[in-house]
C-alpha cells in the first residue's frame, strides 16, 4: 500500500445491506396500507421501525470512497464531495469510542482541509484494535497524500473525545440540556411548597362542611383489606379492599403489602380525591407527597452536572492553540470542585427551598460553603493548567549526587525494559536505570544503555499514544540506535531525566524539538 495508485472503500456485508433496505421498504409499504384501510395502529409504528432501518441501511450501502493522484472523493446518499489533495492538510483517524480493556474501538478516517474545515469519511470503518484492512486503506491514502499532497504532519493523528480536536457542540448540547433540566425542576418548586403548606394545614371535614369545600378538608372512611399483593421491589405493591369501598386498591410499597394482614380493618383518609394514608393496629402508610426541598435538591443537582459538560468545553477552550490530536487535561479536578460543592448546597436547597436563608448559623454555613467552592474551582484550574514543554536545556541546575526514584515508563518493550515491566527510573549514587518499584534500592534494576540513546523531542500526549500514560505526563522521543522508543513522565520529572541522560551523554536532536 505504500505506492498505491488507487484506494477504493466500498461496504462490506452489501447483500445484508440490501437486504434490510428491502425489508424497510416492504415494511413502509404494508404500514401504509393497514394505516390507509384500517386508521393507524401498532402496525404503523412498526412500518416506521423498518423505514429506519432501510433508510439506514441505505445510507450504508451507497457509501463510497476513492483516493487517486487527482486527489480524494466520496459519496453518500445525500453527499457527494471531493477534494484535490493539495487542499488537505492531514488524513487523520477519528476515534468515537475505545474500549481497550476488551480490544474494541470504533475508528474511522477524517480529513483536515487547508481552510480548516475537517471532514469524517463514511468508509472505511473499524470496531476492532487489530484490522488489517482498516489499518491497508488507511495507509494506502497516507501514502497518496505524501505522494501528490503535502501533509502537515509526519505522524498519524489521531483525533478521540480525550484530544483538543474534538469538537464543543456536543458537550455545549449536553449542558444545555441539564440546564434546561434544571429550570423544569426548579419550575416545580412553588406547586410543592404551596401543595406541602396546604397539606400541613388541612383539616378533618365535619358535617357542617359544605360538598364543593370537602375536597379540601381530610375525610376518613373505614375500609377492611380483602388481600394485599407484594411485588418485586421495582413494581408497584397493592392493597384490595373489600367491595371496592371506597376504593378498588391503593398502590403502596413492597414493605407496606407486607405489613397489612387479610382482614385488616383500617381507615383511609382521602384529600382531593386521592387515598393519602391507611391507618391500621400494626401499621400505617402515608403517600409520599413530594416537598418543594425535593424539587430544589433535583434542580440544583442537575445544574451541578451541568458544569462537569461546561468544565470539559472551558478545557477545550483553553487548549485550542494546541494540536488537534494533542490530550486535554482531565476535568476530574472539576468534577471534585463540583462533588465538594454539592456537599453543602444540596443540603441548603433542601432546607431553604424557596428563599435564601436569614438565621446566622445557615448563612454562615453558606459563606464558608461558598469560599470553599471558589478554592476548589482555584485549585481545579490551576491543576488543568496546559503544562509548557520542556526539554533539558543546559541552563539547568545539575542533579544532586543522592538516589531518588521517578515515576516513569517506556512505552516501548526494549532489552532494558522487558515487557513494560518498569514503573520508575532510578537517578544518583549510579546510572540511570529502570525499576519496577519505587525504592529505596535498585533491587532488578536494568540499566538504561546512555550511549545509544539520542533525545529526538520532548512532547505532550497525542492520542495516537492511547491510555498508556496519565493526560498530565509529556513524553520524551528518543533514538535507541535506529529504534524510536518513548519516555512518559511528568513534566518536571521528565525534565530532570533527560538532563541527567545529557550529562551522562545523550546528545539531544534540536532540530526536532517542539515548542
Same mark, same amino acid.
Given at each position: 500500500?505504500?505506492?498505491?495508485?488507487?484506494?477504493?472503500?466500498?461496504?462490506?456485508?452489501?447483500?445484508?445491506?440490501?437486504?434490510?433496505?428491502?425489508?424497510?421498504?416492504?415494511?413502509?409499504?404494508?404500514?401504509?396500507?393497514?394505516? /390507509?384501510?384500517?386508521?393507524?395502529?401498532?402496525?404503523?409504528?412498526?412500518?416506521?421501525?423498518?423505514?429506519?432501518?432501510?433508510?439506514?441501511?441505505?445510507?450504508?450501502?451507497?457509501?463510497?470512497?476513492?483516493?487517486?493522484?487527482?486527489?480524494?472523493?466520496?459519496?453518500?446518499?445525500?453527499?457527494?464531495?471531493?477534494?484535490?489533495?493539495?487542499?488537505?492538510?492531514?488524513?487523520?483517524?477519528?476515534?468515537?469510542?475505545?474500549?481497550?480493556?476488551?480490544?474494541?474501538?470504533?475508528?474511522?478516517?477524517?480529513?483536515?482541509?487547508?481552510?480548516?474545515?475537517?471532514?469524517?469519511?463514511?468508509?472505511? !470503518?473499524?470496531?476492532?484494535?487489530?484490522?488489517?484492512?482498516?489499518?491497508?486503506?488507511?495507509?494506502?491514502?497516507?501514502?497518496?497524500?505524501?505522494?501528490?499532497?503535502?501533509?502537515?504532519?509526519?505522524?498519524?493523528?489521531?483525533?478521540?473525545?480525550?484530544?483538543?480536536?474534538?469538537?464543543?457542540?456536543?458537550?455545549?448540547?449536553?449542558?444545555?440540556?441539564?440546564?434546561?433540566?434544571?429550570?423544569?425542576?426548579?419550575?416545580?418548586?412553588?406547586?410543592? /411548597?404551596?401543595?406541602?403548606?396546604?397539606?400541613?394545614?388541612?383539616?378533618?371535614?365535619?358535617?357542617?362542611?359544605?360538598?364543593?369545600?370537602?375536597?379540601?378538608?381530610?375525610?376518613?372512611?373505614?375500609?377492611?383489606?380483602?388481600?394485599?399483593?407484594?411485588?418485586?421491589?421495582?413494581?408497584?405493591?397493592?392493597?384490595?379492599?373489600?367491595?371496592?369501598?371506597?376504593?378498588?386498591?391503593?398502590?403502596?410499597?413492597?414493605?407496606?403489602?407486607?405489613?397489612?394482614?387479610?382482614?385488616?380493618?383500617?381507615?383511609?383518609?382521602?384529600?382531593?380525591?386521592?387515598?393519602?394514608?391507611?391507618?391500621?393496629?400494626?401499621?400505617?402508610?402515608?403517600?409520599?407527597?413530594?416537598?418543594?426541598?425535593?424539587?430544589?435538591?433535583?434542580?440544583?443537582?442537575?445544574?451541578?452536572?451541568?458544569?462537569?459538560?461546561? /468544565?470539559?468545553?472551558?478545557?477545550?477552550?483553553?487548549?485550542?492553540?494546541?494540536?488537534?490530536?494533542?490530550?486535554?487535561?482531565?476535568?476530574?479536578?472539576?468534577?471534585?470542585?463540583?462533588?465538594?460543592?454539592?456537599?453543602?448546597?444540596?443540603?441548603?436547597?433542601?432546607?431553604?427551598?424557596?428563599?435564601?436563608?436569614?438565621?446566622?448559623?445557615?448563612?454562615?454555613?453558606?459563606?464558608?460553603?461558598?469560599?470553599?467552592?471558589?478554592?476548589?474551582?482555584?485549585?481545579?484550574?490551576?491543576?488543568?493548567?496546559?503544562?509548557?514543554?520542556?526539554?533539558?536545556?543546559?541552563?539547568?541546575?545539575?542533579?544532586?549526587?543522592?538516589?531518588?526514584?521517578?515515576?516513569?515508563?517506556?512505552?516501548?518493550?526494549?532489552?532494558?525494559?522487558?515487557?513494560?515491566?518498569?514503573?520508575?527510573?532510578?537517578?544518583?549514587?549510579?546510572?540511570?536505570?529502570?525499576?519496577?518499584?519505587?525504592?529505596?534500592?535498585?533491587?532488578?534494576?536494568?540499566?538504561?544503555?546512555?550511549?545509544?540513546?539520542?533525545?529526538?523531542?520532548?512532547?505532550?500526549?497525542?492520542?495516537?499514544?492511547?491510555?498508556?500514560?496519565?493526560?498530565?505526563?509529556?513524553?520524551?522521543?528518543?533514538?535507541?540506535?535506529?529504534?524510536?522508543?518513548?519516555?512518559?513522565?511528568?513534566?518536571?520529572?521528565?525534565? !530532570?531525566?533527560?538532563?541527567?541522560?545529557?550529562?551522562?551523554?545523550?546528545?539531544?536532536?534540536?532540530?526536532?524539538?517542539?515548542?
Amino acid at each position: 500500500m505504500a505506492h498505491a495508485l488507487e484506494v477504493t472503500c466500498r461496504p462490506l456485508w452489501k447483500r445484508t445491506l440490501w437486504f434490510f433496505v428491502g425489508l424497510g421498504a416492504v415494511g413502509t409499504v404494508l404500514a401504509a396500507v393497514h394505516t /390507509a384501510y384500517w386508521g393507524p395502529g401498532p402496525e404503523l409504528g412498526g412500518g416506521l421501525l423498518l423505514a429506519a432501518v432501510g433508510i439506514a441501511s441505505l445510507h450504508r450501502v451507497t457509501a463510497e470512497v476513492k483516493a487517486d493522484a487527482r486527489g480524494l472523493r466520496y459519496r453518500t446518499l445525500l453527499h457527494r464531495r471531493s477534494v484535490p489533495w493539495h487542499d488537505i492538510a492531514d488524513v487523520r483517524v477519528h476515534l468515537r469510542y475505545t474500549n481497550t480493556s476488551r480490544g474494541e474501538e470504533a475508528r474511522r478516517v477524517s480529513v483536515l482541509l487547508r481552510d480548516g474545515h475537517r471532514w469524517v469519511l463514511p468508509l472505511p !470503518r473499524s470496531w476492532s484494535l487489530h484490522d488489517p484492512d482498516f489499518d491497508a486503506k488507511l495507509d494506502g491514502l497516507r501514502a497518496l497524500h505524501r505522494r501528490h499532497g503535502a501533509p502537515e504532519s509526519a505522524h498519524l493523528p489521531v483525533v478521540s473525545s480525550r484530544t483538543a480536536g474534538r469538537g464543543r457542540a456536543g458537550l455545549l448540547g449536553l449542558c444545555a440540556l441539564l440546564l434546561a433540566c434544571a429550570g423544569v425542576a426548579a419550575s416545580f418548586v412553588p406547586d410543592a /411548597a404551596s401543595n406541602e403548606r396546604e397539606w400541613e394545614s388541612a383539616t378533618p371535614c365535619s358535617a357542617a362542611t359544605p360538598a364543593t369545600e370537602r375536597r379540601e378538608c381530610l375525610t376518613t372512611l373505614p375500609a377492611v383489606i380483602v388481600r394485599t399483593e407484594a411485588n418485586r421491589p421495582k413494581q408497584s405493591s397493592w392493597l384490595y379492599f373489600a367491595d371496592d369501598r371506597p376504593v378498588r386498591r391503593v398502590a403502596v410499597s413492597r414493605q407496606d403489602a407486607q405489613a397489612f394482614r387479610t382482614g385488616d380493618g383500617v381507615e383511609l383518609t382521602v384529600w382531593r380525591g386521592k387515598v393519602r394514608e391507611v391507618a391500621g393496629k400494626r401499621h400505617v402508610w402515608r403517600e409520599h407527597m413530594p416537598t418543594a426541598g425535593e424539587a430544589a435538591v433535583v434542580a440544583a443537582a442537575f445544574a451541578l452536572a451541568a458544569g462537569y459538560p461546561a /468544565a470539559q468545553s472551558l478545557l477545550r477552550l483553553r487548549g485550542r492553540r494546541l494540536a488537534d490530536d494533542e490530550v486535554l487535561p482531565s476535568a476530574l479536578p472539576f468534577g471534585g470542585a463540583l462533588v465538594g460543592t454539592a456537599l453543602w448546597l444540596l443540603p441548603l436547597c433542601y432546607l431553604h427551598p424557596t428563599a435564601p436563608p436569614t438565621d446566622p448559623g445557615t448563612v454562615a454555613w453558606a459563606a464558608a460553603g461558598m469560599s470553599a467552592t471558589v478554592a476548589l474551582f482555584v485549585l481545579a484550574w490551576r491543576a488543568t493548567g496546559v503544562r509548557k514543554l520542556e526539554s533539558g536545556g543546559a541552563e539547568e541546575v545539575g542533579w544532586p549526587g543522592r538516589e531518588v526514584h521517578l515515576a516513569a515508563r517506556f512505552l516501548e518493550h526494549t532489552d532494558y525494559n522487558p515487557h513494560g515491566f518498569g514503573t520508575h527510573i532510578v537517578l544518583g549514587d549510579g546510572p540511570p536505570a529502570v525499576t519496577p518499584h519505587p525504592g529505596p534500592g535498585r533491587f532488578a534494576a536494568r540499566r538504561i544503555p546512555v550511549e545509544r540513546l539520542t533525545v529526538k523531542q520532548v512532547r505532550r500526549i497525542r492520542g495516537s499514544d492511547g491510555d498508556t500514560a496519565p493526560r498530565s505526563w509529556h513524553i520524551a522521543e528518543l533514538d535507541d540506535a535506529g529504534e524510536p522508543v518513548r519516555l512518559a513522565a511528568a513534566p518536571a520529572d521528565l525534565t !530532570r531525566i533527560v538532563h541527567e541522560l545529557r550529562t551522562a551523554g545523550v546528545p539531544v536532536d534540536a532540530s526536532n524539538r517542539e515548542a
